[in-house]
């Protein structure tokens, strides 16, 4: 079975305002299961592909930090 994850958590988020995207966010991050990291992955990417170079240097400096 050939399943695009991309595509999948698109299509499942595709509807969802702010505030469920934000508790899909936090849902995951809690629940802390290995599974939900390829669709937080992709909400990542999403996220980076929309931001512009000042954005994705913060996020960055923000990672640095936190590891």
């Known amino acids: 079975m050939d399943i695009n994850i991309r595509n999948a958590v698109k299509h499942n988020i595709s509807d969802n305002d702010e505030t469920q995207l934000r508790d899909t966010i936090v849902d995951a991050i ?6 939900m990291l390829p669709g937080l992955g ?21 990672l640095a930090k936190g590891v």
């Open 30 to 35: 809690q629940d802390g299961q290995e599974k």
């Open 42 to 62: 992709v909400l990542f990417e999403i996220i980076w592909n929309q931001s512009d170079e000042q954005q994705r240097n913060t996020m960055v400096n923000t």
